[in-house]
């Protein structure tokens, strides 16, 4: 009873971040703009750390939390990096 | 698998556990559907932030309930305090690009300060 209730949740947590992680891959080829990619590639960080958190609670094991330690630091440079370099355009840019 | 001869105290921990990672995966599920579904940027800002603190949050929980070691607490808590300190530095050097690159709506915001 108990196994089969943690299969199951095992199952639709990695279904779940398998289908989040598809629909924000189709955000960062769409566009339409390089903020909106850069958004949704911190957000498809989040949800591999999450899918990695996942796999390491599944299966009882410590080895790739790490890992996750080290993407919390650094998934923010992408974005702080590329913000940076945001040219100014349209009607804003002559203010 | 939990052990048929464990306490109930663990075989609740893990249950919990595995429901605190369901939520969370649901969690990003749903802030994916809103990052294609939102209409402009900043709406899909905050889309897309709840994935990174709660959803990671609620996952973090769920490792930490499974794993039951000090060492692992410890990590879980490093990375949840990182993501706490990292998560608003990049979203706000985006939201502000975006402002200023004209890519905000301005007719949709009800206070401006970064142009007042």
Redesign the interface.
């Known amino acids: 009873m108990i196994d089969v209730l943690t299969l199951a949740l095992a199952w639709v947590a990695g279904i779940a971040l398998t289908t989040a992680a598809l629909l924000v891959l189709v955000r960062i080829v769409r566009g339409p703009t390089m903020l909106d990619r850069v958004i949704a590639t911190d957000v498809l960080v989040a949800v591999i750390v999450c899918a990695v958190g996942v796999e390491a609670a599944v299966f009882r094991h410590g080895t790739t939390l790490p890992v996750l330690l080290t993407v919390s630091l650094f998934a923010f440079i992408s974005a702080v990096s590329v913000a940076r370099f945001i040219i100014p355009d349209g009607e804003e840019a002559r203010r | ?2 052990p048929p001869d464990a306490s109930p105290w663990v ?1 609740a921990a ?2 919990l ?3 605190f ?2 939520a ?3 969690l ?2 749903a ?3 809103g ?2 579904r939102f209409p402009d ?1 900043l709406s ?2 905050h889309a ?1 932030a709840k ?2 603190v709660l ?2 949050f609620l ?2 929980l ?2 930490g309930l ?2 039951r ?1 000090g ?2 607490t410890a ?2 808590l ?2 949840a305090i ?2 706490m300190f ?2 608003p ?3 706000y ?2 939201a ?8 905000a709506r301005r007719e949709d915001m009800v206070v401006d300060e970064l ?1 007042d």
Not at chain 2, 96 to 103: I, L, N, T, V
């Open positions: 698998m939990t075989t893990d249950v556990g595995m429901a990672l369901a969370g995966a649901c990003s599920l802030a994916a559907i990052l294609l940027l899909r800002m897309g994935p990174q959803g990671l996952v973090l769920g490792v499974r794993l070691s060492g692992a990590i879980l490093l990375v990182f993501q990292t998560v530095v990049g979203t050097m985006a502000r690009a975006a402002h200023r690159s004209g890519q142009t």
